[in-house]
């Protein structure tokens, strides 16, 4: 029972609470500066300022704006009663932010939205979503570079083992090239000769033939 009554106490003060929307920061402000310039309107209980991301800041800086780093694209702000909320985004939405005439927000404008039906709780499943999102498109794009890299490597490897294929053709070559040709001699036998006779025609064999047959000389 008791944790009932916490829990519908929580759901209560949950529905009396209002979230007002800033959808721009001004440069140089930051959360400790917005809750005290928004604390004169109102009890404020929690505050969030979204980091500016390397494309905002870099199309900042392009287009002549605030040329330093650590700035905030947007935030939320949650005020303990939701009437207060509404009536302070009426009252500041497209006025300007003011002050002194030298504070570095004086002609800067308020951009305010009260956010109707709107809870903490939505705002958190919203960064939630969106910080798994961001996780899940850098692991794709790392996964990407990852297989470019490999990609290039195997060309790397293809390239040096070709062209170590073709220094070593070219230094055959040149070797082959610096080398004289070898001219081998195979002795010849003397061929069999026709003796010519008066008498009748005999072939005879040649003296160097019987010799190496029968292992001494002979006359022709």
């Known amino acids: 029972k008791t944790k009932k009554k916490r829990l519908?106490?929580?759901?209560?003060?949950?529905?009396?609470?209002?979230?007002?929307?800033?959808?721009?920061?001004?440069?140089?402000?930051?959360?400790?500066?917005?809750?005290?310039?928004?604390?004169?309107y109102g009890e404020i209980l929690r505050l969030y300022l979204a980091p500016e991301g390397a494309a905002a800041e870099k199309r900042r800086k392009n287009s002549g704006g605030f040329r330093g780093k650590g700035g905030f694209s947007e935030g939320w702000v949650e005020f303990a009663d939701k009437k207060i909320a509404k009536r302070t985004a009426s009252t500041l939405n497209g006025e300007q932010i003011g002050g002194k005439k030298r504070s570095t927000f004086y002609y800067d404008i308020w951009n305010v939205k009260y956010l109707?039906?709107?809870?903490?709780?939505?705002?958190?499943?919203?960064?939630?979503?969106?910080?798994?999102?961001?996780?899940?498109?850098?692991?794709?794009?790392?996964?990407?570079?990852?297989?470019?890299?490999?990609?290039?490597?195997?060309?790397?490897?293809?390239?040096?083992?070709?062209?170590?294929?073709?220094?070593?053709?070219?230094?055959?070559?040149?070797?082959?090239?610096?080398?004289?040709?070898?001219?081998?001699?195979?002795?010849q036998k003397k061929p069999v000769v026709v003796v010519s006779d008066n008498a009748n025609n005999k072939a005879a064999i040649s003296g160097d033939i019987l010799a190496g047959v029968f292992g001494g000389g002979g006359s022709g």
């Open 116 to 187: 109707s039906k709107f809870k903490w709780d939505d705002l958190t499943e919203e960064i939630a979503y969106k910080n798994a999102i961001r996780e899940q498109k850098l692991s794709m794009e790392l996964s990407a570079a990852k297989r470019e890299r490999d990609f290039y490597l195997s060309k790397v490897d293809q390239a040096k083992a070709m062209r170590q294929i073709e220094e070593r053709l070219i230094k055959k070559r040149k070797i082959e090239g610096e080398m004289p040709k070898k001219v081998r001699h195979f002795p």
């Open 8 to 40: 519908s106490r929580g759901a209560d003060n949950a529905d009396r609470r209002g979230v007002c929307y800033l959808s721009r920061v001004p440069p140089h402000m930051n959360p400790a500066t917005l809750r005290q310039i928004l604390s004169r």
